[in-house]
């Protein structure tokens, strides 16, 4: 009635097959839905499919400040709901006469954690000098890291290569070392448990600060895919530091 050309869509899976096959200007989505995936996944897909499309998400929720903030990111605006229809067709005009959005930079995590490697790696050794109970076996920065530059390039691979959730086909012969080396430097199994615990968390403040570059429609997966590994890597240097305290025992 007001000039548009509408297709719509009842579920996200709909929304990205649309939006895969066909071409857009604009995006109106709700933001939260029922079922599998919510309104930034496809806000994602369309920036990708159709980066000049104007993306607009409906939310009962503006006041929410942080969240507001990090899904404005992703959408070009948020309306608040409800909205009549004339003010919601007002506000689609006036997006669309503003032109093309800004553009945007869309990585992949793995690429994202390629270039931050060496920051992340220097926040998790700020951390765990700023640790106590890890500080009880004091380690200069080379030793203490020794491990983690050829984690993070088996954590790239693992998340380029698609593998699936808890494969276990990647041995990594680094994480092996690993278990050796801190069985040997006094470290506890304990201390091996909370490096990797702050090793994740370090790992996910640097994807929270590239927020706007990620493609949300895969963060979950990938998410997932960075605990599996950074997980199956502790358990190989678990194995070996086990077997070399066994080896000790012996010993004596």
């Known amino acids: 009635m007001n000039g548009f050309k509408v297709t ?9 097959k649309q939006i895969s096959s066909q071409s857009f200007d604009v995006l109106l989505s709700d933001l939260h839905m029922p079922g599998a995936g919510d309104g930034l996944t496809v806000v994602s897909a369309m920036r990708h499919a159709n980066p000049k499309a104007v993306t607009m998400l409906l939310s ?12 404005m990111l992703q959408a070009d605006e948020i309306l608040v709901k409800p909205m009549d229809i004339p003010a919601l067709i007002t506000a689609i005009k006036q997006r669309v006469a503003q032109g093309a959005p800004r553009t945007r930079l869309v990585e992949s995590v793995a690429a994202i954690l390629e270039r931050s490697a060496e920051s992340t790696i220097e926040a998790w050794f700020a951390d765990v000098q700023a640790d106590e109970k890890l500080q009880s076996v004091p380690l200069t920065y080379a030793i203490r890291t020794a491990h983690l530059p050829q984690l993070f390039r088996d954590l790239i691979h693992r998340l380029r290569s698609s593998m699936p959730l808890g494969t276990r086909e990647f041995v990594s012969s680094s994480a092996h070392q690993h278990g050796f080396d801190r069985r040997s430097q006094g470290c506890t199994a304990a201390m091996m448990v909370e490096e990797s615990r702050m090793l994740q968390v370090n790992i996910f403040r640097t994807l929270q600060k590239n927020l706007t570059n990620i493609d949300f429609s ?28 066994s080896t000790d025992v012996l010993a004596a």
Request: proline share 2%; hydrophobic share 55%; no cysteine.
């Open 8 to 16: 719509t869509a009842g579920t996200v899976a709909d929304a990205l």
């Open 60 to 71: 009962a929720f503006p006041q929410m400040t942080a969240a507001a903030h990090a899904i």
């Open 218 to 245: 895969i963060l979950l997966i990938e998410i997932m895919t960075i605990a599996d590994e950074v997980d199956s890597q502790l358990s190989q240097a678990m194995e070996s530091y086990i077997a070399e305290s």
